[in-house]
């Protein structure tokens, strides 16, 4: 009678543990459908802010800030400009802004944020056909 006891339980154990396992797998997908990033909090932010500032090469500065956002995972479009200002060159801020768009929580405001950051006319066309 003990063992009998003991499979029936490891049985409905098996079967609760998979239900879990698929209803988590499920309920994880809507999660993934309907959320947004939240944004790095601010002692955060300015802690890699620093970072890419102490940098004293250009390539060092755009590495620092790409390894930055992929740590921070969510920024503002505001954050981004704020990295993107401490680049010098034009084509080093468009490398960028290109790797930094899939991490921006408001994408609606990133054209109108980043503009501003470019002179040449074709990295800002190359900025917009990224936000459209």
Do not use: W
Not at 113 to 121: K, Y
Request: charged letters at 25%; proline letters at 2%.
């Amino acid at each position: 009678m003990r063992k009998i006891q003991q499979l029936l339980f490891i049985a409905l154990a098996v079967f609760t543990f998979s239900s879990c396992e698929i209803l988590r797998d499920v309920a994880q997908d809507q999660v993934d459908k309907h959320a947004t990033c939240i944004p790095a909090a601010g002692a955060t932010y300015t802690s890699s802010y620093k970072i890419i500032a102490g940098k004293t090469f250009e390539r060092d500065r755009l590495n620092s800030a790409n390894r930055e956002t992929k740590r921070l995972r969510c920024m503002t479009s505001t954050q981004i400009k704020g990295f993107v200002d401490l680049l010098t060159f034009e084509n080093k801020k468009l490398e960028y802004v290109k790797y930094a768009y899939g991490f921006c929580s408001d994408p609606d405001n990133f054209y109108p944020q980043m503009e501003s950051s470019f002179t040449f006319r074709r990295s800002k066309e190359e900025l917009e056909m990224l936000t459209r």
